[in-house]
């Protein structure tokens, strides 16, 4: 499967001119056609009988029902066709085409502020990616496309921001989602804990009202629940004191395994997580990117979790 190019606009009206069960206006007017051209062949038909012109009669009744059947296939048959072409030209099946319809048109708008919070956590996609099939309950594709693939600008980003405070049954749900992502592997550092606030303070914030107590109540609420996940003071400090041991010395056997992640012997723990994630957001086997090259992604990023693992020891 190949990328898709068509806007997701593009995209949606398409799929639902292929899949929708009402008939289409050409579909419309077609029947209409058929319709009028029956009945008229029926009154020729009603016609022969008065004048007792039987033989025509007979080959006039047997095209008014050709006509009449044709009525009612000729819908279905255009309908087939154009959903079968419509598969064809975006490279999916039916399944595939509703999930990305249904993402696109109910889950799109949050991706976003769910990419933002992504990229600050620089652990393996393969975990987020988990993470985010159950809480979306979408396909590694589609996630993988609109989630690490895409480019958002602050613009969209605003505009998610806005489209998750309107939606006040969604608000807690994606504010859950963000806590989440932000914990993976290794707890919330303080850059996430900067951003986790700055969504509540946006998202919770009522039209009109300056001094909302409804945010502070919304703060402690999730500050109280997720404060225990936040990277301590003490587990930063060892953080770089095993950083400034990784510098001083990197043993014979793990160079090659740097080598795989394009590093050098110095590189600090942070650069290790970050030259994984750039190489798994490149060669990661469920990106749609890569769809038509599986196995060799497959054995590039076995070598590079293999690397990953041995250097983390």
């Not at 009449?68 to 066709?81: A, G, Q």
């Not at 769910?114 to 393996?124: A, G, I, W």
């Not at 997720?226 to 001083?248: I, L, V």
Request: with cysteine; glycine share 2%; aromatic share 12%.
């Amino acid at each position: 499967m190949g990328k898709i190019q068509m806007s997701d606009e593009e995209f949606c009206y398409e799929y639902i001119a292929a899949f929708d069960a009402n008939p289409t206006d050409n579909i419309e007017r077609s029947f209409v056609f058929l319709v009028n051209a029956a009945a008229k062949l029926s009154l020729f038909f009603i016609l022969s009988i008065v004048l007792n012109i039987y033989d025509k009669a007979i080959l006039l009744g047997l095209l008014d029902l050709v006509l009449i059947i044709s009525c009612f296939l000729y819908p279905h048959i255009h309908k087939y066709v154009r959903k079968r072409n419509f598969l064809k030209k975006v490279g999916l099946n039916e399944k595939q085409a509703k999930r990305r319809y249904e993402f696109i048109k109910y889950k799109k708008q949050y991706m976003p502020v769910v990419q933002r919070m992504c990229r600050l956590n620089l652990h393996p996609i393969l975990k987020q990616l988990d993470m985010l099939k159950s809480s979306f309950r979408s396909t590694s594709g589609v996630l993988s496309e609109f989630v690490f693939e895409r480019e958002y600008t602050d613009e969209d980003y605003e505009n998610s921001i806005d489209q998750i405070k309107y939606n006040i049954e969604e608000r807690d749900t994606i504010m859950e989602i963000l806590f989440q992502i932000a914990i993976l592997e290794d707890g919330i550092h303080d850059d996430e804990w900067e951003l986790l606030m700055s969504i509540i303070k946006n998202i919770y914030t009522r039209i009109q009202l300056s001094n909302d107590d409804f945010v502070n109540m919304k703060i402690d609420a999730f500050t109280n629940k997720y404060s225990k996940f936040r990277r301590s003071f003490a587990d930063d400090a060892n953080d770089k004191k095993r950083e400034e041991s990784q510098r001083r010395l990197v043993p014979p056997h793990l160079k090659p395994y740097y080598a795989i992640l394009g590093l050098d012997d110095n590189a600090s723990d942070k650069d290790i997580k970050q030259a994984y994630h750039n190489l798994a957001l490149q060669y990661h086997p469920d990106l749609l990117k890569n769809a038509d090259r599986i196995k060799e992604c497959e054995a590039k990023m076995a070598k590079i979790n293999e690397a990953y693992e041995k250097i983390r020891g």
